[in-house]
């Protein structure tokens, strides 16, 4: 095999990880994919605030499509394009190591959930990613021809990074509860879907049907609704929303979900890029939201500092009575 093929192929695999990379940090959807990556990856692994996670997200989503193009283009490969991907790769990798050594053996985030890979396995690859792109640098140098045009770098960088705003926009409002219509009072954007919700005790949960956690809620809340007639909202006041984790309807998994806790209660089934803007944008499975006359009094979510207590409910329904 020629030299110049070798470098041909070293060039290509390495847009072939970058764009991998890229695509699935917006998978399974452009509007999960990327709230997971923020959510999960940018806010609670880095320690970001929400908003400059989602610019900090769609940056390095188009850095990556970025060196993906620049990689396969003639222009400042030597100077600007390799480096620039040795020092990005190093840089993660630091935080990798760090992850590592710590025993963290979560998913990492470096291609989303598409392709979960631990701290360890993602800081291998990245080793070996920087050593194939050493080879064009040393070895292979004279097999790599570049030419200088720093404008057209810079025209494809900010464009991409542009696009990728355009394309996934950010929506500022995200998780916000209430909205106000001069006209008839308090609404709330639930009530799209449910066409009584901003009357009287609601009780609105955010599940998906096959979440271990949001069954567990679910159940809870069935106790409580027995346990408590007539504080608890009853089985028409419950509303709850299921993310279309299946993609076809989850009919199979939420029928699953209502034998496990014990009751039926109505509920709106919506696909992810919905769900998402609606409830996960700044909150985590299992969602409990209890709203009086369409105002907001106690919003449960996740499983850590603000999960669902059912004491604390039962407190905040007394309130009303």
């Keep these: 095999m020629k030299k ?3 470098v041909w192929i070293i060039r290509i695999l390495v847009a072939a990880v970058f764009i991998l990379s890229a695509v699935a940090k917006l998978y399974p959807s452009p509007a999960t994919g990327i709230i997971n990556f923020e959510k999960f990856y940018l806010q609670e692994g880095l320690g970001l605030d929400l908003s400059f996670s989602k610019i ?4 390095l989503i188009g850095l990556e499509f970025t060196l993906a193009i620049l990689i396969l283009l003639p222009f400042y490969l030597k100077k600007i394009v390799i480096p620039s991907i040795i ?3 190093s840089l993660f990798s630091f935080h990798l190591a760090i992850q590592a050594i710590s025993g963290d053996a979560s998913n990492c985030g470096c291609f989303g959930e598409l392709i979960p890979m631990t701290p360890l396995e993602a800081l291998i690859k990245n080793i070996l990613t920087i050593g194939l792109l050493i080879l064009p640098l040393t070895i292979f140098k004279d097999e790599l021809k570049e030419k200088l045009n720093l404008n057209l770098i810079i025209i494809i960088g900010l464009s991409i990074s542009l696009l990728m705003f355009i394309l996934i926009p950010s929506n500022s409002s995200f998780g916000e509860g209430k909205l106000i219509d001069d006209s008839n009072g308090v609404t709330t954007k639930y009530s799209k879907y449910f066409q009584d919700v901003d009357k009287g005790n ?11 956690h949001c069954m567990e809620t679910g159940k809870e809340i069935t106790v409580l609704k027995n346990k408590y007639p007539g504080l608890i909202p009853d089985i028409d006041h419950i509303k709850i929303f299921f993310m279309d984790e299946a993609g076809n309807g989850s009919q199979s998994e939420i029928e699953s979900f209502f034998d496990y806790i014990g009751a039926n209660y109505d509920y709106k089934v919506l696909p992810d890029d919905v769900f998402v803007p609606l409830f996960w944008a700044e909150k985590d499975f299992p969602g409990v939201l209890y709203m009086y006359n369409g105002v907001e009094r106690v919003f449960f979510d996740g499983i850590d500092e603000n999960e669902f207590d059912g004491n604390k409910l039962i407190d905040e ?3 009303e009575y």
Aim: proline share 4%; hydrophobic share 40%.
């Design 317 to 319: 329904l007394k309130r």
């Design 56 to 59: 900090v997200s769609r940056l």
């Design 4 to 6: 110049s093929d070798i």
């Design 202 to 212: 609601k009780l609105l949960c955010f599940f998906s049907p096959t979440c271990e």
């Design 87 to 89: 020092t990005l790769l």
